[in-house]
């Protein structure tokens, strides 16, 4: 049976076809389980990271609960709180609104939702049939913009990805008025790029950075998980420097604020994990805001020192243990540059194969290769694959020296088993953990993966 | 599903499609024919001139009204025609193409036509098959056979070579093939010409031709067709030839349009002969320059 199915799969998605991952782009392809959701999923997911923010989902009823499963639970078990989930306001569009539109019962909603919510900030999000079909979306929402902070984003999601949404969410909210000009603010910075659900430890990555720049004297906007989301997005234009922990997700809008506020920005490849990333990327920000460095450099000297102390409690485990294991990585671009940064020049592993399932675009995919291999302290490179197709993804880690996985839950039941690895769910999709200030970033989030790692092969008595 | 004769016509907007059609069924009708015509045409107006001038309601309209009865769909016309209107939305709103589908698929499901069996039924079909919502009536297991009706303008034809790639779309897969080309507001012979050379380049045949005609326009202000409104006069001869020929026609013809930009260089030729032609008659002078 598992052979026929895998002849007849082959046929149907021409796996003998050789796809270059460098010019490929793997939406063109059949894809099997990607590790991402539409368009609307992300922006979806976005506006869900900001509390307060109500999504006004403008699209057939399967949207939301679709995306309850494949966005919300998929990021850490989570329901999506108060605004998520089943208590989305949704216009569930059906036939009748596909030919005679579906502008009247989306107005309808709108002054619905905004009684029953009385919130401070609403999104519209428009699906696939009101895109389709062309409803003046922006029209309706217009006319409750003088009452309300209320923006659309047209997120058909047949346009992009879900890691694309989320910067379909910024173009809109940088278009819209909800953003004005203001003086800026000496040592505030913003953090772009960690998206809420598809970057699954996002609130505590961003509750880590918040407290981390705190500590050498930078006010971090983190903007998601972290108080009012109106007020967070207000207070953008404020920022001396927008920073993008990712290599290409949040670029453009870091770019747009630039234009549009002159506001200057750095883009560090993804959010940093452990010690030697998370002191460049403190050194990198305090060298652009000019801050004393001495006050710098005694924080990052202390937290560097209690790091490398608490790095070495599993050091048996480690070098008597497992000692120089190869290990595969399976994640989106930017936690995929951590990660393996992170095990080979922290741990001493070394990379074997790095899988990226974002889909990124065709022009960034070089960088990131050379992101990569340029900044592993290690003379074994491993080979890096662009794929979003999990079947795929699993017959690429078949045959291969690792002995560690990191990536999502759905290889987790099987990865001893199949590939003989220990395996750590450290990417989207994550079913099988609840995640709530979980993370891998920074110096403590370094030292959770390292406690992870370990714990799948001490044990058990 | 049904075994009447059904036809799909199409045709570019404002070419005269409704008035043929309407023609045609009250023809077919004064031959005996149990017809029953259905409007695919958000402006609902195809069966106008068949009830004396009024519209009726829509097959959307009872999804507009929530209201879910189809009884009151099908409308007694000139001589007992069963007379349906898709509908569609309000222009420049939601989607027409899924409202000639979802109108088809309610008129299938509910047994309506099988309700009526009509020998013939006749789809009226708005302009271009611009998507696949218009192209419902070619696909497979609705109309057998698709007429267009064309004037010697450009954009008429431009419309006629588009549907032809619409029924080749669908030619594999059960769907309708062309029945042939309805030649109208015909005024001289090189218009003829011109439209029989464009079916001769596109595999395709010309049914009839219609000439233009006061008379149906005369009708039409009254709101009935030229068959009802002057049964005496020519031009109600030649809509009679047509529906004789229509219903005799067994063609099922596998069109072959033209594509790029081979239906311009086409016709700027013909369009210089039309041309010449027009300043001949409106000078009164002969081709070659000379007055008479």
């Not at chain 2, 695919?40 to 001038?53: E, F, M, Q």
């Amino acid at each position: 049976m598992a052979e026929n199915y895998e002849k007849i799969r082959d046929e149907i998605f021409n796996l003998d076809q050789t796809i270059d991952p460098k010019i490929d782009s793997q939406e063109e392809h059949s894809v099997e389980a990607p590790r991402y959701g539409c368009a609307l999923a992300g922006v979806y997911g976005t506006v869900l990271g900001l509390k307060n923010a109500v999504p006004i989902l403008h699209s057939g009823a399967g949207c939301g609960v679709g995306n309850l499963f494949g966005t919300l639970y998929a990021g850490g078990e989570s329901c999506g709180v108060n605004e998520g989930g089943t208590a989305t306001p949704c216009s569930c569009l059906v036939e009748e609104h596909v030919i005679l539109g579906g502008e009247e019962k989306l107005d309808n909603l709108i002054d619905s939702t905004i009684k029953l919510f009385n919130s401070n900030f609403y999104v519209v999000i428009s699906g696939c049939v009101p895109s389709l079909i062309g409803d003046d979306v922006d029209s309706v929402v217009e006319n409750y913009q003088s009452e309300h902070p209320i923006i659309h984003v047209n997120a058909p999601g047949f346009k992009a990805h879900s890691l694309e949404g989320y910067n379909l969410f910024w173009d809109a909210v940088i278009e819209s008025d909800l953003l004005e000009q203001q003086p800026v603010e000496k040592g505030t910075i913003n953090i772009l790029g960690v998206v809420p659900y598809n970057h699954v430890f996002w609130k505590g990555d961003l509750y880590e950075l918040k407290k981390l720049f705190a500590s050498i004297g930078v006010k971090a906007n983190v903007i998601f998980a972290d108080g009012d989301g109106l007020q967070n997005i207000r207070d953008i234009p404020k920022a001396e420097y927008n920073i993008v922990l990712n290599p290409w997700v949040g670029v453009r809008a870091a770019e747009r604020l630039h234009e549009k506020f002159g506001t200057p920005f750095i883009t560090f490849p993804g959010i940093p994990v452990g010690a030697k990333q998370t002191s460049s990327l403190l050194y990198r920000v305090a060298e652009k805001l000019s801050l004393d460095p001495d006050t710098v450099n005694t924080f990052i000297t202390q937290k560097e020192e209690w790091f490398y102390r608490f790095a070495e409690y599993p050091g048996d485990a480690l070098i008597l243990a497992r000692p120089n294991q190869y290990f595969a990585v399976v994640a989106d671009s930017a936690y995929a540059i951590s990660y393996t940064k992170f095990l080979t020049n922290e741990i001493g592993y070394l990379p074997d194969i790095v899988q990226i399932t974002d889909n990124p675009p065709v022009e960034v995919r070089q960088k990131i290769i050379d992101e990569i291999n340029n900044s592993l302290e290690s003379t074994i490179k491993p080979d890096i694959v662009f794929e979003a197709d999990t079947y795929k993804i699993r017959n690429n880690l078949n045959n291969r020296p690792f002995a560690f996985l990191l990536s999502s839950s759905l290889e987790q039941p099987t990865a001893l088993e199949e590939w003989g690895a220990c395996h750590v769910s450290a990417s989207f999709p994550i079913y099988g953990s609840s995640v709530l200030v979980n993370h891998y970033g920074g110096y403590y989030g370094g030292l959770t993966l390292l406690e992870d790692v370990v714990t799948t092969f001490v044990g058990p008595l | 599903m049904t075994k009447a004769k059904q036809i799909a016509i199409y045709g570019k907007g404002g070419i005269g499609k409704s008035t043929t059609t309407s023609n045609l069924s009250a023809a077919l009708s004064d031959l005996g024919y149990s017809v029953m015509q259905v409007g695919c045409d958000p402006k609902n107006d195809s069966t106008t001139t068949l009830r004396k001038g009024k519209t009726i309601p829509t097959v959307l309209d009872t999804i507009r009204n929530k209201t879910g009865k189809l009884d009151n769909i099908v409308y007694e016309g000139y001589n007992g025609i069963h007379c349906v209107e898709a509908g569609g939305p309000e222009p420049g709103v939601g989607c027409a193409g899924r409202g000639i589908i979802a109108a088809i698929e309610l008129l299938d499901s509910n047994g309506i036509i099988d309700d009526y069996d009509p020998d013939i039924i006749i789809y009226d079909v708005l302009g271009d098959v611009v998507c696949g919502g218009f192209a419902m009536p070619i696909r497979k297991g609705v109309a057998q056979q698709v007429y267009t009706v064309t004037s010697s303008d450009y954009m008429a034809i431009y419309a006629a070579n588009n549907l032809f790639k619409g029924i080749l779309k669908y030619s594999n897969k059960g769907g309708a093939l062309l029945g042939g080309v309805i030649g109208n507001s015909i005024k001289n012979s090189t218009q003829e010409a011109m439209i029989t050379d464009f079916t001769q380049q596109t595999d395709s045949e010309v049914i009839s031709f219609v000439p233009r005609s006061p008379t149906v326009t005369r009708c039409e202000l009254d709101g009935v067709t030229t068959i009802e409104g002057a049964p005496d006069s020519a031009q109600a001869d030649v809509y009679r030839e047509l529906a004789e020929r229509v219903i005799k026609n067994e063609n099922k013809l596998k069109p072959r349009p033209f594509y790029g930009d081979d239906l311009s260089e086409w016709a700027s030729v013909w369009i210089n002969k039309l041309l010449l032609n027009e300043k001949v008659e409106r000078d009164n002078i002969q081709a070659d320059g000379s007055g008479i």
